[in-house]
């Protein structure tokens, strides 16, 4: 009788034991059961949004990823958007469009991500039996007042019984960077007309926005532009109408 | 014939021995050429299209040009693709000046010939879009308009931006009631947008009807807008171009100004009431912080923004929106400010000379409650002015870097001219001896000007000396200098023109004494005898502060925090070994005082 019973008990814990064993192999498939499926678009943008935080990167940097005419400003390259080496001379602009460059800038660097992106779909589609098609994306940025909006052109076809046929992928998110780059360029060219600029003019005009000027040593300011409501940063240098140390024997400021 | 055939071998070697020298010496005179015509070539201005460091378009060296671009060998003004000129975005519609041609075509923009932008494209006009407007270009309405979903209304007739502004104001607002999903519903906007949701389609059905100056909750009109929500909450928020805080209706229009004493008049929620009439009006410090009045005043220092426990002082009586303090409170000085003044700022003493080394002028701005702290150029290249204009609100202050205009003032010979402010930025200080820079020079007595304190003479006079004065001797210059009245920073830790311009202030006082008696008895001063004193030293440091960071001051080394690893008057070591007077005058004082001079000392002084 004892024996029986402890049977029974032995019986009942093996299968407890079996039981979790299944639940741990099998808890990714059963969870993913009751979730709702990704669609294309969704998991495109959810891969993208992972790499929008190189928008900082650009704009804190003068809007160039790898800036090539810089100056280093707290330990970041601070690309110059106006410059003059020369003493007692305004500025030449060395970015007149700005709002063009940024959206450039964003397109080139999100467009490796958008193929990483597109394959990584397109290898979860095919293990999920579907049949699957991608032409190579082409990426284009566009920075508009109170968005900044990616735009993924990819042809996209996934096939299993029916076709779905996908051609674009949108990732937008609210940005105030449009305001920004206007006042930036709006600074440039006070800069290059008079030589400097008052940032308190711009500030009581734009009550959002805040305006810091740093002058440097060889003459050279830097602006830093925050938006006061979503933080955001623009950052850029200039060098116009500065003055030389002394007597100004030099011309230059980098001979 | 032995001999004649040595001798022929010998006249050719010789021959030999002579080309081989001509083209030796040819080659070397080749190489000194070349050598030369590089080394001229490398010190010429030339345009750069694109510089080693990557700048686009700069006059430079030319070997600071890239040699992968043009290089011409004149200003980048006469060439044509560095030629500044006007870059235009056809999309966006603005102008950027000062841009070269080929900066701008590489960027995709269109380009003109006109560095100032005077171009039709560039032309200003106003652009009146929903209750705002802007001072833009044809192209900027546009996209304006398109962001705001509203048609374009550019004006070019008017021609400043303060009429422009003042027309958006002027515009006729109202309640713009209309049917949608066969609700009679309402927006609170102006007559222009009401007519034009006319042509819209969509979900509105029915004509739309303008009401002037009334509010959407107003009765009479029955529309949906409603002054409380379901929970008989009362709403308020901030408008887009507006300073106040609003009351907002259930459609989320905004109705009148926040007061909470009017909060269940009817009348209040009827018609629009003017800013000059709601509460609080024209108050000192424009309703910041009410809880009970929303009419702010963002240019008299208070703003409509979201209630934050961190930033605002209490919490509105209704609503989450409050006029915020832009005023700024015990700033860097222990003073208050109003929002959107600036004032300087100063590392220690400022004009006068009284400028140490290291010091520098700062601006300082407040703007919306908060400080911040704009440089003026380094090394005393700029200078902080700063003026106040009386208002009803009180004194307000404005401060700006402006250029130090020292360079001319030791060249001014007058004291009109040395403190004449359209000149220069100098000072005029009188009582100068024997300073190489002297000006207006008062006792003509003639000087050994520009050298190092020379040694007094000893003249004697009486029994035995008899008057030995030589006719050829310098003398001593008396007078009054001009300089500098903010001194300029200098790179003293450079050697060249900070030695130069330190060595204007060079003097030299001849000390001239009469021996009495016949065997060396008492000598008694007979020239100059003030040189002998502190007096004299303290005039020229004096001058010599003024001159620019030539020592004679403390310099700011209480502010350095690291760097310098020095203390006191230590920071001025590098300058005597420019070769720095200051040392060598006070030695040299002492020695006067001691009636002997120590010359080797003070060599020893200048080489340190």
């Known amino acids: 009788m004892i024996n029986k019973k402890s049977q029974v008990t032995i019986f009942i814990i093996i299968a407890i034991v079996l039981i979790g064993l299944l639940i741990i192999i099998f808890y990714p498939r059963l969870s993913s059961l009751g979730a709702a499926p990704k669609t294309p678009s969704g998991y495109i943008e959810e891969c993208m949004n992972q790499h929008m935080g190189i928008i900082e990167n650009i704009t804190e940097r003068g809007g160039s990823l790898e800036p090539e005419h810089s100056i280093m400003y707290k330990e970041n390259k601070i690309e110059y958007l106006c410059y003059t080496n020369e003493y007692y001379k305004t500025c030449t602009m060395q970015q007149p469009l700005l709002l063009e460059h940024v959206e450039k800038e964003i397109s080139s660097y999100m467009k490796d991500k958008a193929e990483t992106c597109l394959n990584e779909l397109i290898n979860d589609y095919k293990s999920k039996g579907y049949q699957t098609s991608s032409s190579k994306p082409e990426v284009s940025t566009e920075i508009e007042s109170g968005s900044i909006k990616i735009t993924i052109n990819s042809k996209v076809t996934l096939t299993k019984g029916a076709s779905e046929n996908y051609e674009k992928f949108s990732i937008a998110r609210n940005s105030e960077m449009y305001d920004l780059i206007m006042i930036a360029s709006s600074i440039l060219n006070w800069e290059a007309r008079e030589g400097d600029s008052a940032p308190e003019t711009f500030m009581m005009y734009y009550p959002d926005i805040k305006i810091e000027k740093m002058k440097l040593e060889d003459g050279s300011k830097i602006y830093t532009l925050t938006h006061r409501i979503t933080g955001e940063k623009l950052v850029f240098a200039t060098r116009s109408l500065s003055w030389p140390p002394g007597y100004g024997v030099d011309k230059y400021v980098n001979k | ?608």
Not at chain 2, 470 to 487: I, M, Q, R, S, W
Not at chain 2, 489 to 502: N, P, Y
Not at chain 2, 560 to 587: C, E, H, I, Y
């Open chain 2, 1 to 608: 014939m032995k001999q004649k055939k040595i001798k022929e071998k010998r006249k050719r070697e010789l021959i030999k021995r002579m080309i081989f020298s001509f083209v030796i010496i040819g080659m070397a005179f080749l190489l000194s050429i070349i050598v030369l015509t590089q080394t001229s070539a490398q010190q010429t201005n030339v345009c750069c299209e694109k510089t080693i460091y990557g700048a686009w378009c700069q006059n430079a060296l030319t070997q600071s040009c890239d040699s992968g671009f043009r290089i011409t060998p004149t200003s980048c003004d006469a060439t044509s693709y560095c030629r500044q000129g006007c870059c235009y975005d056809s999309k966006e519609g603005i102008c950027m000046e000062n841009t070269p041609q080929l900066v701008c075509q590489a960027s995709n923009g269109t380009w003109a010939d006109s560095a100032k932008c005077e171009i039709p494209q560039c032309n200003l006009g106003c652009c009146v879009f929903s209750d705002q407007a802007a001072f833009v270009t044809l192209v900027r309405c546009k996209k304006l308009s398109s962001f705001f979903g509203v048609q374009i209304n550019f004006r070019t007739d008017v021609q400043s931006e303060t009429a422009c502004i003042a027309l958006a104001h002027a515009q006729d607002k109202g309640a713009c009631v209309y049917e949608q999903d066969f609700t009679k519903t309402c927006k609170f906007t102006t007559k222009g947008e009401c007519e034009a949701m006319k042509k819209k389609t969509g979900n509105y059905t029915g004509n739309s009807s303008f009401h002037k100056d009334y509010l959407c909750t107003a009765e009479e009109l029955g529309t949906n807008c409603a002054r409380r929500n379901s929970k008989g909450e009362v709403k308020t928020g901030c408008v887009d171009g507006r300073d106040e805080v609003y009351f907002k209706d259930t459609c989320g229009n905004p109705a009148n100004i926040y007061d909470a004493a009017k909060i269940d008049e009817p009348a209040y929620w009827r018609k629009i009431i003017e800013k000059k009439d709601s509460c609080g009006a024209g108050n000192t410090n424009s309703n910041a912080n009410s809880v009970s009045c929303g009419n702010c005043d963002y240019f008299g220092g208070s703003f409509c923004r979201k209630y934050d426990a961190s930033k605002d002082a209490r919490r509105p009586t209704y609503g989450d929106f409050i006029c915020r303090d832009l005023n700024c409170k015990n700033t860097k000085d222990g003073k208050d400010y109003r929002h959107g003044e600036s004032w300087c700022i100063y590392d220690d003493g400022t004009g006068k000379g009284k400028d140490p080394a290291g010091s520098r002028y700062w601006k300082h701005i407040c703007v919306a409650g908060e400080e911040l702290v704009e440089p003026c150029a380094d090394l005393r290249a700029e200078i902080c002015l700063q003026d106040k204009i009386t208002t009803d609100k009180g004194d307000f202050q404005q401060a700006g870097c402006i250029a130090n205009r020292w360079q001319n003032c030791v060249t001014f010979k007058t004291k009109e001219d040395c403190e004449n402010v359209d000149k220069g930025d100098c000072q005029w200080i009188e009582g100068a001896i024997g300073t190489s820079i002297l000006a207006g020079v008062q006792a003509s007595t003639s000087s050994s000007s520009g050298s190092f304190p020379e040694p007094e003479k000893t003249t004697s006079s009486g029994i035995l000396g008899g008057d030995e004065e030589d006719e050829n001797e310098p003398k001593t210059l008396k007078g009054a200098v001009c300089v500098p009245n903010y001194p300029p920073g200098l790179k003293f830790w450079q050697a060249g023109e900070a030695q130069s311009q330190c060595s204007l202030g060079n003097a030299a006082c001849t000390i001239e004494y009469e021996k009495k008696g016949l065997f060396g008895g008492s000598e008694d001063c007979v020239e100059n005898c003030e040189c002998g004193g502190d007096t004299w030293q303290k005039k020229n440091e004096e001058i010599c502060r003024a001159l620019g960071d030539c020592t004679g001051s403390e310099g700011v080394y209480k502010y350095l925090s690291s760097g310098f690893g020095v203390s006191g008057t230590k920071l001025f070591l590098p300058l005597l070994k420019g070769g720095d007077w200051l040392l060598g005058l006070s030695t040299a004082s002492a020695e006067i005082q001691n009636k002997s001079i120590n010359q080797g000392l003070l060599e020893s002084l200048k080489v340190m």
